[in-house]
């Protein structure tokens, strides 16, 4: 399959080139700036794409294009300090700009005909630019702060840009990576959830062989077209578990063994481990140690059961892109770490099982439409995102019986009251809502009573990656609803609040 190695420099927004690319149905990888060849040539790709990054060409120790990129003769796209790597490479002049640029510019292309025509408004994020173009290059756009907002040598393929076109800022940024991806590159548009069921199914029959593997259903979409997935490749070799940890929404747990055994046909194998889980989890509050525990217990719970069906090496987890790079991968090592992932980062050093994770890196949307794919309705792959440690991460504070039973009732009221508005499901406005518990009590008055009871928060989101998210602007009559119904039905609750927080800077998860 024909692919483009995204080499990260350190950028922000490395990840969502990856998905611009992935958008136009190439296929590509991400790999940081000084991997080793072999690793980034395995792939055979069709052209590179240098990221941005928070460093200056001209620091000491600072990231550099190795040789072989070169010595390949293959196309390369620089964007921001990708451009600038580039340029300094090559034999050009960076230097530091008197005025930054930070946020929305316009560009003036000024060679017609190139895959900048569509572009005139931009986002920019740097400190540095070009002020001397290497030999063979042209100017292709400048803007108000840069002569040489663009640049090209249109012999060897070699292309800069000092702006950001995978950003949603950089309106037609898309059409530009995929230009250079398809036209310049001349890599086939074939990456469809078709060819990723097909190219997953190979890798799953090649790493697991004959023998027996047990999948870890959680109750979130993930897991669910992970475990779907692995039973197309090596069908009755499956045992799916569903552990019910009781920390699952309401009726959750019904829901999916229901659609699991109704849809896969698969073996489905039911524990009910909630008392285990909450002994565990007492007494603590730090959201990292609540990650740790439920990994390991997920873990301890699979190893159990294992013992009693023969012991299978192998164990499927619905880890997916945004889990890998906000739990700092190993091949991503230089990342900055946000959480732990249980799928990644809660796991015990002392695990008996090797890892199937077939959709380690595709992002959410890729998911989705891997699962429609595979045939499974609507209703499971649409499911509200729910993270692998359930609702411990919504719980602030203590996680108790008491506690998740009264979040669990007030999440269950948001979200009919908007199903019934039309909020959630395919193709609506909101791509993720939940309520989350506050550790916070604070004073109210029901019946003409004092109350001092705790405070809710509802979170909704829209996304298209998970990388990046913006807080849904739910009308205020809905909120309103949802807040009257939390208070009045649910015991121990006298506040709600909205948040409205995008990512950046927080997560879409509170813990």
């Not at 080793?36 to 294009?65: D, T």
């Not at 699962?371 to 792959?381: H, R, T």
């Not at 909101?430 to 979170?459: C, H, K, N, W």
Request: net charge negative; aromatic share 8%; glycine share 8%.
């Amino acid at each position: 399959m024909d692919s483009i190695a995204i080499l990260d420099f350190g950028s922000q927004y490395a990840q969502i080139i990856a998905r611009r690319v992935r958008e136009a149905q190439v296929y590509c990888e991400l790999f940081p700036w000084d991997a080793p060849m072999e690793k980034i040539l395995a792939i055979r790709p069709k052209g590179f794409i240098l990221s941005g990054g928070p460093r200056s060409v001209y620091e000491e120790n600072a990231p550099y294009i190795q040789k072989f990129i070169f010595d390949t003769g293959l196309p390369i796209l620089g964007i921001c300090y990708g451009m600038q790597a580039l340029t300094h490479a090559l034999g050009g002049q960076v230097d530091a700009s008197a005025h930054r640029e930070y946020g929305p510019a316009q560009i003036e292309p000024t060679m017609p005909g190139t895959m900048l025509d569509a572009i005139s408004k931009v986002w920019m994020s740097h400190g540095d630019r070009i002020t001397k173009l290497p030999q063979g290059f042209v100017a292709l756009a400048r803007s108000g702060n840069s002569p040489l907002a663009a640049m090209g040598d249109m012999k060897r393929k070699y292309f800069g840009v000092q702006f950001h076109p995978e950003v949603h800022h950089t309106p037609n940024g898309e059409k530009l990576l995929r230009h250079f991806a398809i036209d310049i590159c001349g890599a086939k548009p074939n990456w469809t959830p078709n060819s990723i069921i097909d190219d997953a199914v190979e890798r799953i029959q090649k790493q697991v062989g004959s023998e027996r593997v047990l999948a870890a259903v959680s109750g979130g979409v993930d897991s669910s077209v992970a475990a779907a997935l692995v039973h197309k490749a090596i069908g009755d070799q499956l045992v799916a578990v569903f552990v019910d940890t009781g920390l699952l929404r309401k009726n959750e747990g019904e829901q999916v063994a229901s659609a699991f055994r109704d849809n896969l046909h698969a073996e489905l194998i039911t524990v009910d481990a909630a008392d285990e889980f909450f002994a565990a989890l007492h007494g603590v509050t730090e959201p990292e140690q609540k990650r740790r525990i439920v990994g390991e217990k997920f873990i301890r719970v699979f190893e159990a059961q294992a013992k009693q069906i023969g012991q299978p090496r192998f164990l499927v987890q619905g880890t997916i892109y945004p889990d890998v790079v906000e739990s700092s991968a190993p091949d991503r090592d230089k990342a900055q770490k946000i959480k732990s992932h249980h799928n990644v980062g809660g796991l015990p050093e002392d695990m008996q099982f090797e890892l199937v994770e077939p959709l380690r890196y595709l992002f959410k949307d890729e998911v989705r439409a891997v699962g429609e794919a595979l045939g499974l309705p609507e209703s499971l792959v649409w499911r509200q995102p729910f993270p692998g440690p359930g609702l411990t991460v919504r719980c602030l504070g203590e996680v108790t019986p008491e506690r998740v039973s009264r979040l669990r009732a007030a999440d269950a009221i948001l979200i009919e009251e908007l199903s019934k508005a039309g909020f959630l499901g395919k193709g609506a406005q909101t791509s993720q809502a939940f309520v989350v518990l506050l550790p916070v009590r604070s004073v109210g008055v029901m019946g003409d009573q004092r109350t001092y009871q705790e405070a809710a928060a509802i979170r909704a989101v829209t996304t298209e990656d998970f990388m990046t998210a913006d807080w849904a602007r739910l009308p205020h009559d809905l909120l309103a609803a949802v807040a009257n119904r939390i208070v009045n039905e649910v015991d121990g609750i006298n506040r709600v609040v909205y948040d409205i927080t995008s990512k950046p800077p927080a997560t879409i998860e509170w813990e």
